[in-house]
């Protein structure tokens, strides 16, 4: 079972994610989305929404550099295994609270004020309280880190992360004595890029850069000098009219 959690279910899970996000977007590109809410409660929103994505961010940055940077860019730098191992305690776990603090008042708003829930799919909330355990469960890692700031530990799940990357296939016996927590938030972190293409996460792969690219609009009105039609005994003030901007047409000759 270790072997194929670790060994077999990083390839399903990595493969359902590329794939399904793919289709998602070529079969369903109107559901890429996350069913915006800020008209509710928005302070509270605003708050949660910058704690938690500033934390995300730190968080998913520090795992991408840390893990799937080859050790031997760390040894030729001169940084220790020791300093990286601290770097990692004291950062990701400023991020992580920051991160938990922010998601937990985003699923208290959603969880509790009954309109926000109205519109709430089963896959937001289920998605975000996903992330909620995941970020307990790396903030648990912590305290098992604490023992071992030589740095030993980390450089097993360096050596996992770039044996899945290169398929070797010894890569999940690098993890198979490490504490269970750490076991727990690897598992959990592959699922979540399991659901990832079912869910509002897709969102993470959307910048708008076609908009700066796009053509101008121009909105065109016209002038009414005479009043319109009277209606009722009434007439009615000018008003304009929207049309759509195009060149003017030259006069036959």
């Known amino acids: 079972m270790h072997n194929?959690?670790?060994?077999?279910?990083?390839?399903?899970?990595?493969?359902v994610m590329i794939i399904g996000t793919?289709?998602?977007?070529?079969?369903?590109?109107?559901?890429w989305k996350t069913s915006s809410s800020q008209l509710l409660r928005r302070k509270q929103l605003v708050v949660g929404s910058i704690l938690f994505h500033v934390g995300i961010l730190v968080i998913f940055f520090g795992h991408l550099i840390g893990l799937l940077t080859p050790i031997q860019i760390f040894d030729a730098l001169g940084?220790?295994?020791?300093?990286?191992?601290?770097?990692?305690?004291v950062a990701g776990g400023i991020a992580g609270v920051v991160a938990l603090i922010g998601g937990g008042m985003l699923f208290?708003?959603?969880?509790?004020?009954?309109?926000?829930?109205?519109?709430?799919?089963?896959?937001?909330?289920?998605?975000l309280a996903l992330l909620l355990v995941q970020l307990v469960l790396g903030l648990g890692t912590i305290v098992v880190s604490l023992q071992h700031l030589d740095g030993h530990?980390?450089?097993?799940?360096?050596?996992?992360?770039?044996?899945?990357?290169?398929?070797?296939?010894?890569?999940?016996?690098?993890i198979e004595d490490v504490a269970w927590v750490f076991k727990l938030h690897l598992?959990?972190?592959?699922?979540?890029?399991?659901?990832?293409?079912?869910t509002r996460l897709v969102h993470m792969l959307s910048a708008p850069v076609r908009y700066l690219a796009r053509p101008g609009y121009q909105v065109v009105r016209s002038r009414r000098s005479e009043p319109l039609p009277k209606r009722n005994g009434t007439t009615a003030a000018p008003q304009t009219s929207r049309a759509a901007a195009q060149p003017a047409a030259k006069p036959a000759e």
């Open 4 to 15: 194929f959690v670790f060994g077999i279910y990083p390839y399903i899970a990595l493969s």
């Open 22 to 31: 793919i289709a998602r977007y070529e079969r369903d590109p109107f559901t």
């Open 79 to 89: 940084i220790s295994h020791g300093f990286k191992q601290t770097l990692a305690v």
């Open 108 to 127: 208290h708003r959603r969880w509790t004020d009954p309109r926000i829930r109205k519109t709430s799919s089963f896959a937001d909330i289920g998605i």
């Open 153 to 174: 530990e980390m450089t097993k799940f360096m050596s996992w992360a770039l044996g899945i990357f290169t398929f070797d296939g010894q890569a999940a016996g690098y």
């Open 187 to 198: 598992f959990l972190g592959l699922t979540i890029f399991l659901l990832f293409p079912f």
